[in-house]
């Protein structure tokens, strides 16, 4: 009896049970596509989010950055008296009695 059992198991495999072995591998992938379907059209708006995401990301930095260069500019206005004087007479093209001011523009 223990013999024929061995036989049994070492005789080669027959086509069904190939074709049985790609049945299952192919009713498993068949079974992953049709759960993963659904969720195609959550993976294009995760991606448009993500890009969206990104986007807005970039625009608070450059705010930031903004915003951290008008702080600075508040800090001398208010410490740096040299400072507020100079970009008074910038603004208002203001000048001391005795000075003469050269602007050098650029060609367009």
């Not at 659904?38 to 890009?51: A, G, I, K, Q």
């Not at 930031?64 to 800090?75: G, H, P, R, T, V």
């Amino acid at each position: 009896m223990a013999r024929q059992v061995i036989d049994e198991l070492d005789e080669p495999q027959t086509i069904w049970s190939t074709v049985s072995r790609f049945a299952g591998l192919g009713c498993l992938l068949l079974m992953i596509c049709i759960i993963s379907v659904p969720f195609f059209p959550r993976f294009r708006d995760y991606r448009l989010l993500n890009e969206e995401g990104r986007e807005v990301a970039a625009r608070r930095d450059k705010l930031k950055a903004q915003l951290d260069d008008k702080e600075a500019q508040l800090n001398l206005i208010e410490k740096d008296p040299q400072y507020l004087e100079l970009k008074a007479r910038d603004h208002l093209d203001l000048c001391k009695e005795g000075e003469y001011i050269f602007r050098f523009e650029e060609k367009k």
